[in-house]
């Protein structure tokens, strides 16, 4: 069975020894969307966003992305189709540049091979050109311009955070998958981040993210997944998620009666 | 510290050690000189190969005298040469020039064999296999005898490089009082050390340099943003393996013989030392490198007699490592980036 969803998944299971870290039975993200999954620690949050991105492989299962079955892709091959991820723990290139971070990100496959890299032709010359006007204009969005020829580890936290949305932002992903985009970052760097994934998604981006800052969530999500243990305990929007007495649960424990 | 006053600091190194050595050698300073030059040449240029490995893409290759070796044997094999005990004459043979790329894609092959399995792994595991690899391949060179001649090696091979010495060369030669083969040795090797950083250099300012920067970095980022981290790691080995191998051919041809017994773990280890020496990651740091590591090896014997008045030469020839760890531990101290390395893409993390 093929969705015509943007994301959507069947059965996905991993363990690790005995524990079943994530149980999902079906799930589908459409386009046009917001998606939060939160969840408290230990939840299976970051590993299912791994089985997503095929940074693990699900133990049984499929994934279904843009109408195709990507159960058995590589991670980069994924990432190729168009769904970008970002890191719990930030990962920038540290030892290059804010441009090259957002240069090598942007760049064409076919100008990284080493023959078209020794050739140096016209199209690819110009094809670089276009690519720190392109730079440019997303560190322009992110506030980052007067950092853009400081090494990446320069950068301040959430800055950081920033710099790894403008690296997603420039392979104009279809999907976004975000990693707890704000953690870590000052409560006003993190209204500017919100700010953009709105943004983001207004123009066509679809986003998915982790996050614990729950009032980060409500606000701007227009869905919310819970997971707790591995599994889906709840799914709809914001305000109904609030008073989902799973979710309370699932949050602060069971109460005694 | 500021380009310019990196390289200010390597001049004054360069000038300090060979004032050393010209004033610490009354007669022959001439042959001393094209002696140390040829070999800081081709042990640059294998560096170079690691730097690749290991500077540009974060790849701990610990073989690199088995792809010298496999590229000096392809090589030499293809040519006229003579073989083994009984020294078994082949006239026939390929030219020199084909013979050299065969020898270099051999290398690069290597390095796809030893690549692909391991490459997928975290970078300890590339080390280990690395190094065990190397002595696999010296010890199969040793035992097939009938091919490689074994322990007893090839010989008669250098006329195909030395037939193509041109004449001003041989005159400089006989006007300096050096030997007219290995000057002609050393200088195609610095020629070929020059192109090689061209091409390098065109290479590591190219959005393929930009890419293996990234893998080194971190390589789950790559393979988020859509690259295929072990292809681009691949060819680096692969890149880096050739270059070790056009350096183990002009290895061989220097010493005018090929032995497996070169190619043992040491020469690897040589080589980290002129790298570390020179500056991980930069251009011509590891050429650098191993002209300082090659003054300290031919320049300290005199040096030693002072301190060790009846030391015998191979305990004189001990006291020159003393000198390397030395000079490597003043340089981890002082400029622990190498001298030509930039500190901001410090790649050894010591504070």
Redesign the interface.
């Known amino acids: 069975m093929i969705s015509n969803k943007l994301l959507s998944v069947n059965s996905l299971k991993k363990s690790f020894g005995g524990l079943q870290a994530v149980n999902v039975d079906s799930l589908e993200f459409s386009n046009n969307e917001i998606t939060s999954l939160i969840g408290p620690n230990g939840a299976g949050k970051t590993t299912f966003f791994d089985l997503l991105t095929k940074f693990q492989s699900p133990d049984h299962g499929q994934i279904f992305f843009d109408g195709k079955d990507v159960t058995s892709l590589q991670s980069y091959k994924l990432a190729r189709l168009g769904m970008t991820r970002t890191f719990q723990l930030t990962r920038v290139f540290e030892k290059m540049s804010v441009l090259e971070n957002m240069q090598f990100s942007g760049s064409s496959i076919k100008n990284e091979s080493i023959s078209m890299s020794l050739l140096k032709s016209k199209s690819l010359v110009n094809f670089e050109k276009n690519l720190e006007n392109e730079v440019d204009r997303i560190l322009e969005l992110l506030n980052l311009t007067h950092m853009k020829h400081s090494y990446a580890r320069e950068l301040s936290g959430g800055q950081k955070k920033l710099l790894e949305l403008g690296r997603a932002l420039i392979r104009n992903p279809k999907l976004l998958l975000l990693d707890e985009p704000l953690a870590g970052v000052n409560p006003k760097l993190a209204e500017e981040i919100l700010d953009i994934i709105k943004k983001l998604s207004t123009d066509g981006i679809n986003i998915i993210m982790v996050e614990h800052n729950i009032n980060a969530v409500m606000k701007i999500s227009e869905r919310v997944v819970v997971m707790a243990e591995g599994k889906i305990i709840a799914d709809g929007y914001p305000e109904d998620i609030r008073n989902d007495k799973n979710v309370i649960e699932a949050y602060l424990g069971k109460s005694n009666e | 510290m500021k380009d310019s006053r990196k390289y200010l600091v390597a001049f004054g190194l360069l000038v300090i050690s060979f004032g050393y050595i010209f004033i610490s050698n009354e007669t022959g300073v001439a042959r001393i000189f094209v002696n140390l030059l040829t070999f800081a040449g081709i042990y640059g240029l294998a560096a170079i190969g690691i730097n690749v490995h290991f500077g540009w893409t974060g790849l701990l290759n610990f073989g690199h005298a088995a792809f010298m070796g496999i590229g000096a044997y392809t090589t030499i094999l293809l040519i006229p040469h003579a073989l083994g005990r009984e020294g078994v004459v082949i006239e026939n043979g390929l030219p020199l020039p084909l013979a050299v790329i065969i020898g270099m894609i051999a290398a690069a092959l290597l390095g796809l064999l030893l690549g692909l399995p391991t490459l997928r792994l975290r970078g300890d595991y590339l080390a280990i296999v690395t190094i065990a690899a190397a002595e696999i391949f010296r010890l199969l060179i040793r035992d097939f005898e009938d091919i490689t001649g074994g322990v007893y090696g090839v010989i008669q091979f250098s006329d195909a490089l030395q037939n193509l010495r041109p004449n001003f060369i041989t005159n400089l030669a006989t006007n300096i009082e050096v030997s007219s083969s290995q000057l002609w040795v050393g200088t195609i090797t610095w020629i070929l050390i020059v192109i090689t950083l061209l091409?390098l250099n065109?290479?590591q300012k190219?959005?393929?340099?930009?890419?293996l920067?990234?893998v080194?970095?971190?390589e789950?980022?790559?393979?988020?943003?859509?690259?295929?981290?072990v292809w681009?790691k691949l060819?680096s080995f692969m890149?880096g393996a050739s270059i070790g191998g056009l350096s183990g051919i002009l290895l061989a041809f220097n010493y005018g013989t090929l032995q497996a017994s070169t190619f043992v773990p040491v020469l690897t280890f040589y080589l980290w030392a002129a790298l570390i020496l020179g500056g991980v990651g930069s251009l011509a740091g590891p050429a650098l490198g191993a002209v300082i590591f090659w003054v300290i090896i031919s320049g300290t014997d005199s040096l030693a007699e002072v301190f060790f008045e009846n030391a015998n030469g191979q305990q004189l020839a001990g006291v020159r490592f003393v000198f390397v760890g030395l000079l490597i531990m003043f340089t981890m101290i002082f400029t622990p980036s190498g001298i030509l390395g930039k500190k901001?893409?410090l790649l050894l993390d010591i504070k």
Do not use: H
Not at chain 2, 206 to 211: I, L, T, V, Y
């Open positions: 091409f065109r290479l190219s959005p393929w340099g930009r890419a920067r990234a080194r970095e971190d789950d980022a790559v393979r988020a943003l859509g690259k295929n981290a681009l060819q890149l901001e893409e």
